[in-house]
């Protein structure tokens, strides 16, 4: 199994679901709460892990019951903790809204423990993430750690993917440290200054990422899948719908732990691109981020037979 290591930051999710947000000053009666892992980092692990992929998942925690759902949920999906315990700080969490109607959202991230993830700390992993096959990680813990993984991830021999979340201008030359860019609609605005509302937007946003270096870039679309392109090929795959939308939140996340595994296995990036929406399309009918992260039996099932 060839091995994938992920670097990002843990959460605990606290979600509320009410028909709309408050206005300022304002009290609001939810309709439900739920406690939960999250983290794109993490949660990208554990799609991975579900997805059927070998998962190294390096992170910083603090010490205390946040941290425990931590550890909980990457036993029951299969990833392989790389913890480095931080007294000093606290485990990291979310504030999630989602709108009843729609099952959109809107988040407020305090990463605690893994915003404190450092370059020393890469430094003393270099040869865990060196030896990966696949690399992902994202824009929740430092810039600089993400960069200078990146950078023993490629020397290493790694494919590497950077999902930029949240959007975040790119310091010179990290983003030539990707094969694989995978923003969705609004995080491709953010790095490039062009709105996307389709697939036309998002092969223009993809050229301009690919300018900067990317080797290759994929745009989330939401309901209307994803746009790979990479300078020869620009190819728009569709969603693939599995059921009602219950919840958007992990969606992205889904994608991209999948997609990673694709890769792995080494499918053709388009139809890596195929099986990370096909992952999506399942967990945006289940709510919650990790927990509704699908089997690889389930993915399977979904996918035409190739």
């Known amino acids: 199994m060839s091995k994938i290591v992920i ?32 983290g794109k980092g993490s949660n990208q692990a554990v799609a991975a892990a579900m997805a059927g992929g070998g998962v190294h998942f390096l992170t910083r925690l603090g010490r205390d019951p946040f941290a425990d759902i931590a550890r909980a949920t990457w036993a029951r999906a299969g990833v392989v903790p790389e913890v480095i315990e931080d007294a000093e700080s606290y485990t990291g969490a979310a504030f ?22 450092s370059v020393a700390d890469i430094e003393a992993r270099a ?12 824009l929740e813990q430092p810039m600089d750690a993400a960069h200078r993984a990146l950078a023993i991830a490629r020397a290493g021999g790694a494919r590497t993917i950077l999902n930029p979340a949240p959007a975040a201008a790119l310091p010179e030359g990290m983003a030539g440290l990707c ?8 995080e491709a605005e953010g790095l490039t200054g062009i709105a996307v509302s ?22 989330t679309l939401g309901a209307l899948g994803a746009l790979y392109h990479d300078g020869g090929r620009s190819v728009h795959v569709p969603a693939v719908a599995a059921g009602p939308v219950v ?7 889904a994608f991209n732990g999948a997609f990673a595994v694709a890769l792995a296995e080494g499918a053709d990036p388009v139809d890596a691109v195929r099986f990370g929406c096909a992952a999506a399309g399942i967990s945006v009918t289940r709510p919650g981020t990790a927990p509704s992260m699908p089997a690889r039996s389930e993915i399977d099932a979904l996918l035409p037979q190739r």
């Open 179 to 186: 094969d694989f860019v995978t923003p969705n609609e609004s």
């Open 247 to 253: 919840e958007t939140t992990g969606a992205g996340d």
């Open 127 to 138: 040869a865990l993430i060196g030896g990966a096959a696949v690399f992902v990680t994202q």
């Open 96 to 117: 999630i809204f989602v709108e009843a109607a729609t099952g959109d959202n809107a988040i407020i991230i305090a990463p605690g423990a893994g915003g404190r993830i």
């Open 7 to 38: 670097l990002g930051v843990f959460v605990a999710d606290t979600a509320y679901r009410a028909e709309r947000q408050p206005r300022m000053g304002e009290t609001l009666l939810g309709q439900s709460f739920a406690l939960g892992p999250g």
């Open 198 to 219: 389709g697939p036309d937007d998002a092969r223009r946003a993809a050229e301009a990422l690919r300018a900067q270096g990317a080797g290759a870039v994929v745009v």
